[in-house]
């Protein structure tokens, strides 16, 4: 296969990549699995937005306390400033965000946040957001959508890459030849006992990334979120019980029923106080009560949330529900630049797969879903700014055997190995890993 152009994920950020590059490109997206099966599309709470100028200074400062001051600045402002244009974007896509009574764009908090200014989708921004995006692709004749492709490895030679080898549907080995690439692959929550994310996020791009000497950066800062809805023999992915309905004013409970931790802290603070409460009390959880926010607003602004809690046999108007924290999010990854260029030439990465330095070592509530759009956007205006043709490809790469992806399975968890060793690596709630 030949493209001029190759996506791999078809997450928020992979798609909205497709969306700002030229339509005379040719453009393949692949996807590990279903279309629909990215994390972008469980993201409830909302996706930040700069109101005015009066909020920056908050904004920015927000960002950095939750991250404990370890975030890039120049990402964080890049970000911040770059938030109106993004929504405009999203805006002219279609997207739904929640209106007040005269029409204008309404704005909640969430944990950490010293002012309203999410916007949001009920409890389901991430699927409006990404599902509008999708759509849009679906519609570009340039851009060809492959489900069921796992990339197993990236054709480079001398520090560039040339595209990758994948896995078809069916089994089949094949070179996929791209004049560039980027990596939108998500984040590891695959790996972990309790995460939210998708059981297939096991950082496959990080492996290749490590195969290939691409600089990765603060691989131990991984987000534990304080919330999910416990399981007492969790199989699947941990349904998030979104920070939204702390900033809506639940409350969290011990064994014993009594608040034990400023609910409105930044996650990594609140996850801790849960955990050692837990150890204090000898409980595999502890409570959250969402009966503090008033019935309407519950309805309205969460009814994924009430729905999903009902399935499980809780009913949060009249009882408090069982929570424990779950890993949810990974602030580290492929090292890239302002641009989203990787250390490798030809090779760009966006979203939960990509460090910036943007979100420190903790990421603030919201701010990852207007991460991967912001430098997702820069990505494609770099890429074409730079963009050169592959006339011919090396001659090492086309006689390149493929017979030696053909034990993938043990490849696979060769990938996972590396992955969990680099993500141990000084992390304090590396238990939660498995």
């Not at 600045?73 to 805006?91: A, E, N, R, T």
């Not at 009966?291 to 309205?300: A, G, V």
Request: negative net charge.
């Amino acid at each position: 296969m030949k493209t001029n152009v190759l996506i791999v994920g078809s997450g928020c950020s992979g798609l909205y990549t497709a969306l700002n590059l030229p339509q005379e490109l040719q453009i393949t997206i692949i996807t590990k699995d279903t279309l629909e099966n990215s994390d972008s599309f469980l993201a409830q709470g909302g996706i930040c937005m700069l109101k005015d100028d009066s909020d920056y200074e908050s904004f920015f400062e927000d960002t950095l306390r939750a991250g404990h001051y370890k975030n890039d600045k120049v990402s964080v402002d890049l970000m911040i400033k770059s938030s109106p244009d993004v929504i405009k974007d999203l805006l002219d896509f279609g997207v739904d965000f929640q209106r007040d009574e005269n029409g204008n764009l309404a704005f909640t908090r969430e944990g950490a946040h010293s002012d309203k200014r999410i916007l949001f989708y009920q409890d389901t921004t991430g699927k409006e957001i990404t599902s509008r995006l999708l759509a849009a692709v679906k519609k570009r004749p340039n851009i060809t959508l492959m489900e069921h492709i796992c990339l197993l490895d990236i054709l480079e030679e001398d520090n560039r890459c040339y595209g990758g080898v994948v896995r078809l549907k069916n089994g089949d080995l094949e070179k996929i030849t791209a004049d560039v690439t980027v990596l939108a692959s998500g984040g590891v929550g695959g790996l972990y006992k309790n995460s939210t994310n998708f059981k297939h996020l096991t950082g496959d791009a990080l492996a290749i990334s490590l195969k290939h000497d691409i600089e990765l950066k603060d691989m131990s800062y991984v987000q534990i979120h304080p919330t999910t809805l416990y399981q007492e023999n969790p199989k699947e992915r941990s349904f998030l019980i979104s920070e939204s309905v702390r900033g809506e004013g639940a409350l969290l409970y011990d064994k014993n029923m009594n608040r034990f931790v400023d609910e409105l802290q930044p996650r990594d603070v609140v996850a801790q106080a849960i955990l050692k409460q837990m150890e204090k009390d000898g409980t595999d959880h502890v409570w959250e009560d969402l009966r503090t926010i008033p019935k309407k607003e519950l309805e309205e602004h969460f009814p994924n949330i009430l729905a999903h809690c009902r399935e499980a046999g809780y009913d949060p108007f009249t009882e408090c529900i069982p929570v424990v924290p779950a890993q949810h999010y990974f602030m580290g990854g492929i090292k890239v630049n302002h641009h989203s260029k990787t250390t490798m030439d030809a090779l760009y990465a966006v979203g939960e797969t990509a460090c910036n330095g943007v979100h420190g070592q903790n990421r603030l509530a919201s701010n990852s879903l207007l991460e991967s759009l912001v430098f997702a956007k820069r990505a494609a205006k770099d890429l074409v700014a730079h963009y050169e043709t592959v006339a011919k490809l090396p001659e090492s790469l086309s006689e390149l055997d493929l017979e030696d992806y053909q034990d993938q399975e043990s490849l696979e968890e060769d990938y996972k190995k590396m992955v969990l060793e680099k993500l141990t690596e000084q992390n304090q709630l590396a238990s939660y890993i498995v």
